[in-house]
Nanobody, 118 residues
Framework: QVQLVESGGGLVQAGGSLRLSCAASPSIVGLNTVGWYRQVPGNQRALVAR???????FYADSVKGRFTISRDNAKNTVYLQMNNLKPEDTAVYYCAVDLKWTSSPRYWGQGTQVTVSS
């Protein structure tokens, strides 16, 4: 069982930046899938970014070039650096992980709200 706690969300103006953090316990070492997803009311959760290894990452087309996913095994933390934020990035952001290489990770955090004002 992996427990996840997201932080770093908040209110930011369009064009600004935020960095989301996802602290995992007991450890992210050995996790082959770490990812960020987002959800707006009335919609399903959608992939933002997913990492399986340093050179295997996937990004939603809408965030390519603006968002970067990374992980720090020593800190048991997954990050999402979000630059040049747009109002359409407003959503609840969720961290999700799995021991397996998968597009459907099993373990989810509680979410953190990101609101981008125009």
């Amino acid at each position: 069982q992996v427990q996840l706690v997201e932080s770093g969300g908040g209110l930011v103006q369009a064009g600004g930046s935020l960095r989301l953090s996802c602290a995992a316990s007991p450890s992210i070492v050995g996790l082959n899938t770490v990812g960020w997803y987002r959800q707006v009311p009335g919609n399903q959760r959608a992939l933002v970014a997913r990492m399986h290894s340093v050179d295997t990452t996937f990004y939603a087309d809408s965030v390519k070039g603006r968002f970067t996913i990374s992980r720090d095994n020593a800190k048991n933390t997954v990050y999402l650096q979000m630059n040049n934020l747009k109002p359409e990035d407003t959503a609840v952001y969720y961290c999700a992980v799995d021991l397996k290489w998968t597009s459907s990770p099993r373990y989810w955090g509680q979410g953190t709200q990101v609101t981008v004002s125009s």
